[in-house]
């Protein structure tokens, strides 16, 4: 007669319990991350806006007073070429003023 030793371990009802807590807490988190992603774009838009407008006025100081354009800016490494916010929106230079594109 073949017995079985007695193994620990988890039971089916166990598993189970611990699958629908973490499902839960999937439930939970998703959406909150989702909702933020909007703000966090906007944050990161903001920010490379106000790099931008740091590397004008370094431009600005380097060439005597002279108004640099995004081009006059990435040929001489002020920035790099790609000056694309993370929602797709492109920063310009008008006046020396930097904005985002609407």
């Known amino acids: 007669m073949l017995?079985?030793?007695?193994?620990?371990?988890f039971t089916l009802i166990e598993m189970l319990i611990v699958l629908f807590i973490v499902s839960i807490l999937l439930l939970i988190?998703?959406?909150?991350?989702?909702?933020?992603?909007?703000?966090?774009?906007?944050?990161?838009c903001e920010g490379l806006q106000n790099m931008v407008k740091a590397q004008v006025t370094a431009y600005e100081i380097d060439h005597e007073g002279k108004m640099p354009d995004m081009t006059d800016l990435?040929?001489?490494?002020?920035?790099?070429?790609?000056?694309?916010?993370?929602?797709?929106k492109q920063i310009l230079i008008k006046g020396g003023e930097v904005t985002v594109e609407q």
């Not at 990435?74 to 797709?88: L, M, V």
Request: proline share 5%.
């Open 74 to 88: 990435q040929s001489e490494g002020y920035i790099k070429k790609n000056t694309a916010c993370p929602n797709g």
């Open 29 to 44: 988190t998703i959406p909150n991350v989702t909702k933020h992603n909007q703000s966090i774009q906007h944050k990161g």
């Open 3 to 9: 017995r079985l030793k007695n193994q620990d371990g």
